[in-house]
Nanobody
Framework: QVQLVESGGGLVQAGGSLRLSCAAV????????MGWYRQAPGKQREFVAT???????NYVDSVKGRFIISRDGAKNTVFLQMNSLKPEDTAVYYC?????????????WGQGTQVTVSS
């Protein structure tokens, strides 16, 4: 079995920074990609950022220039450095992994971590 374990959420004032971490643990053959999504109250879950095993990176326009996604391949861990946070960044942030197990690709989600930005 594979689990995605997230950490790093919290409460921060507007303009502040937070760093999220997500570690994939279990019997993993390889990771295709890992990324972050978020869901604000009353809204649908939206894509935030993703990074592939080859290092390709994509961001949603609203976080470009403020958020940085990175990974530690040896530890199967992805990070999201969030700078210049705004109240509209408030949401539950979820880690998503596309992981290869026994020749097949599976999608996993973390449990979510709350990020609250006060004005």
């Amino acid at each position: 079995q594979v689990q995605l374990v997230e950490s790093g959420g919290g409460l921060v004032q507007a303009g502040g920074s937070l760093r999220l971490s997500c570690a994939a643990v279990g019997d993993i053959f390889s990771i295709v990609s890992m990324g972050w999504y978020r869901q604000a109250p009353g809204k649908q879950r939206e894509f935030v950022a993703t990074i592939t095993s080859g290092g390709s990176i994509n961001y949603v326009d609203s976080v470009k220039g403020r958020f940085i996604i990175s990974r530690d391949g040896a530890k199967n861990t992805v990070f999201l450095q969030m700078n210049s946070l705004k109240p509209e960044d408030t949401a539950v942030y979820y880690c998503k992994g596309q992981i290869l197990l026994s020749g097949k690709q599976y999608q996993y989600w973390g449990q979510g971590t709350q990020v609250t930005v006060s004005s």
